[in-house]
């Protein structure tokens, strides 16, 4: 069993009350519909016999008992509907309110190259289509005893009327069942096209909007259009044959509704045209009750691929050292360098490796330098995450959380006070930026922080990495797009705030402001000949 099939069954296992519930409250309104019906047939066609006999029959045809009954049956049916869609719905989302965050933690946690390769547009495709398609299986499933219900009802009453009637009503049953199951089979891979199509229509959609401003200033809203334009044809095409097989499962159900009444009325005529109306009615009811039961197999094949889509999300990431390592560090060249207090810069020309060192640190993408270490580890046998409690990282793009500035700190500690926040923003020289906002920390700032400047959404995530305790600070051009001043100002407290906490630091720049913070130099594509005079007297400073 996959991962994402036993937490959804185990889930499932947790609502199983609710979902018996819903079966039973189902079981109940496909019952008391046959009944309903077939009583309804009944009393009517009798209550006209009787009118046409004359005043004695009509005065003797006791109408008060089928007519309560029909009274109360309809209630029944009414208040089980409302019950059964209660109940249904209720465990659905119950379980999908469990399941939806360990899929959040599933993405989050996923190793790089798997994170990477999912778009924000395939994340959202599986997390809000293929979840709903997961969501309606749930709420479908009490569709199964209303099925059974109906044909056991419907058969039952029939019986009691003419067995050969009884017996074409199971057959046509059985056959509207079995032909269903054939043409699903047949047609299976329309429902998994329209989940897979669905995903690469949103995906494309959230390309393509992120690249707007270019697409406008290149002229190529256009060539935009078509391909979404494309995208959203295939869609519409694998719709339109998963539609067919609706259309066909519908088709079947209201020829063997037809066949059965007028079969069962025929059969059941020996017995009277007013029992004949009961088991026609009653066979047509029945029948409608086996339709929910129909649909819901006619769509398990976008569930499973739905399922399998959200399966897909739960990658593995090796752990063969399950245990911390040690926070020393060794870069190629360079030597070790103690993590307390070592302050190394990694300069460069463009091209250099200096963002894929730092990415490869926090376990963004593999690194094939042998030499990087923590402790006696290589580092490609680290998992991400003992990298990530390893390193605090603020890349050069900062991505920023659609929320507040308190959502987007808490990532790095979310049990850090309002003081602590104060002081990480202090630190970063953001503090009077956020308390000039309408609502201080709990301000919106927008879609990836665009209520910010670009100075602003850098010195945010700076703060982010400070509420971090791990041992390195790993910092991408921290001071990139500051005006001379501020940086100034951040540089300072950066330093102050690297004396007061003890961790080391690594930061890429090209700044002299910053660069002058470290001791060490360090350029993934030298040789860096002298790199054990650098490495003792690091730890010199350190010890």
Not at 145 to 170: D, H, K, N
Not at 428 to 433: N, S, W
Request: hydrophobic fraction near 55%; include cysteine.
């Amino acid at each position: 069993m996959s991962e994402f099939a036993g937490l959804l069954v185990g889930e499932v296992r947790r609502e199983r009350a609710g979902l018996l519930r819903a079966a039973l409250l189902a079981a109940a309104v496909t019952a008391a519909t046959a009944l309903l019906l077939g009583l309804s047939g009944w009393f009517i066609t009798a209550a006209g016999a009787a009118g046409l006999a004359g005043a004695a029959a009509t005065a003797g045809f006791n109408y008060l008992l089928p007519s309560a009954a029909i009274r109360f049956l309809a209630i029944v049916r009414t208040g089980a509907r409302y019950g059964e869609r209660l109940a249904g719905h209720a465990a659905a989302f119950a379980v999908l309110a469990r399941v939806r965050p360990a899929l959040y933690r599933a993405i989050a946690a996923a190793p790089p190259a798997a994170a990477l390769a999912l778009t924000s547009g395939e994340a959202s495709a599986r997390l809000v289509h293929d979840v709903g398609a997961i969501e309606m299986a749930i709420a479908r499933r009490p569709a199964r005893a209303g099925a059974a219900a109906a044909i056991l009802t419907g058969g039952l009453l029939i019986l009691s009327v003419r067995p050969a009637a009884a017996l074409l009503f199971l057959a046509l049953a059985g056959v509207a069942v079995a032909l269903t199951a054939w043409l699903c089979r047949r047609l299976d891979g329309a429902g998994q096209e329209v989940q897979r199509r669905q995903g690469a229509l949103r995906e494309l959609l959230g390309i393509q909007l992120a690249a707007a401003p270019e697409l406008r200033c290149y002229g190529m809203e256009d060539a935009a259009i078509a391909r979404i334009a494309a995208a959203d044809a295939a869609l519409a095409d694998a719709r339109r044959r998963q539609a067919a097989a609706g259309g066909a499962i519908e088709a079947i159900g209201a020829l063997a509704t037809g066949a059965g009444a007028v079969g069962v009325f025929v059969l059941a005529m020996p017995a009277g045209a007013a029992l004949a109306a009961l088991g026609a009615l009653t066979a047509a009811a029945a029948m409608d009750g086996i339709m929910p039961a129909l649909r819901e197999r006619a769509v398990r094949s976008a569930t499973r691929e739905a399922a399998a889509r959200l399966d897909a999300l739960f990658v593995a990431d090796p752990q063969p050292f399950p245990k911390p390592p040690s926070a020393v560090l060794t870069l190629p060249g360079a030597g070790t360098f103690a993590p307390a207090g070592a302050r190394i810069a990694i300069t460069g020309a463009t091209g250099t490796g200096k963002t894929s060192l730092v990415e490869a640190l926090i376990g963004l993408r593999r690194h094939d330098a042998p030499g990087i270490r923590l402790g006696d580890i290589p580092l490609a046998a680290l998992t991400v995450a003992t990298l990530r409690v390893t390193f605090a990282w603020a890349p050069q793009d900062a991505q920023l959380l659609a929320g507040t500035v308190r959502d987007n700190l808490l990532l790095a500690d979310p049990d850090a006070d309002d003081r602590v926040l104060w002081d990480v923003l202090d630190a970063a020289c953001l503090a009077g930026v956020v308390g000039a906002l309408p609502h201080g920390l709990d301000s919106w700032i927008g879609e990836n922080g665009e209520q910010l400047s670009g100075g602003e959404r850098r010195r945010l995530s700076l703060a982010r990495a400070y509420l971090s305790r791990a041992p390195w600070l790993l910092l991408d051009e921290p001071t990139e797009a500051l005006d001379a001043q501020t940086e100034r100002m951040v540089v300072d407290r950066l330093a102050r705030r690297l004396a007061r906490t003890g961790q080391g630091l690594i930061v890429v720049t090209h700044r002299d402001a910053v660069t002058a913070l470290c001791p060490v130099r360090f350029s993934p594509g030298a040789t860096n000949p002298d790199a054990p005079h650098r490495a003792a007297r690091v730890l010199a400073t350190v010890g």
